[in-house]
């Protein structure tokens, strides 16, 4: 089945600089692969997602991007803002299956 | 994108009683929702996956009997924690995939679960 690694499993970045989680996935048939954002007592929010017909995508300050050779997708975050503070989780997904989601990057951003 | 509402979002109950958990798609038919837990620090944990009409599939480890799914409609799933106990005291949230938009999947905001 899949496994999804993510990696750092924390990240501190100074306000105004850019933030970059990683993941890697194991199953090459997954072609969905969402990012969601968990502040403290809330469900995830799905911020990004991409498939696997598609390279990169950028929404403002965020930015997702796949290399499907090497079953690795990334989150970017530019100008980081205090508010962008959270935990944040990748998923890798094949239709008709589960998600599998990683272990889950914290992310502080310092003032 | 689409909202997933949950109720309710704390619940305090005596352990031996039974807890209902309610998870609505709002604005969208979800042909299948799906129930995780989440402990302090830790990524979702499914528990279990319902369609519409049918019963749910469940996590291996994780008891049937103990936790009650319901799916009645495209957009309503219930959780029933059957005789709590402070073990079950854990943060379960609710997600729906929109069947129409090819995968994507909501969450709702959570319930916290404390059990005395």
């Known amino acids: 089945g899949e496994n999804v690694e993510q990696h750092p499993s924390t990240l501190s970045v100074q306000e105004g600089d850019s933030a970059v989680i990683k993941c890697t996935y194991s199953d090459s048939a997954s072609n969905y692969f969402p990012w969601y954002k968990q502040e403290l007592g809330k469900g995830p929010q799905l911020i990004i997602d991409?498939?696997?017909?598609?390279g990169e995508k950028k929404d403002q300050r965020i930015a997702v991007t796949l290399n499907k050779t090497a079953k690795h997708f990334s989150l970017h975050i530019t100008e980081t803002q205090p508010e962008d503070s959270a935990v944040y989780f990748c998923?890798?997904?094949?239709?008709?299956?589960?998600?599998?989601f990683g272990p889950g990057t914290r992310l502080s951003v310092l003032p | 994108g689409a909202v997933v509402s949950q109720h309710p979002s704390r619940v305090i109950c005596k352990s031996g009683t039974s807890v209902k958990i309610e998870c609505r798609s709002l604005d969208f038919q979800a042909t299948t929702m799906f129930w995780y837990r989440q402990f302090p620090k830790q990524s979702l944990m499914l528990m279990a996956t319902s369609n519409e009409g049918s019963k749910a599939t469940y996590e291996q480890g994780v008891e049937k009997d103990k936790f009650l799914i319901n799916h009645a409609s495209l957009t309503l799933s219930t959780l029933t924690v059957t005789s709590a106990h402070p073990e079950d005291s854990s943060f379960y949230i609710c997600s729906a995939r929109d069947g129409a938009s090819g995968g994507e999947q909501f969450f709702g905001p959570g319930t916290r679960l404390t059990v005395l």
């Open positions: 998923a890798a997904f094949l239709y008709g299956q589960n998600f599998v």
């Open positions: 991409i498939r696997s017909n598609v």
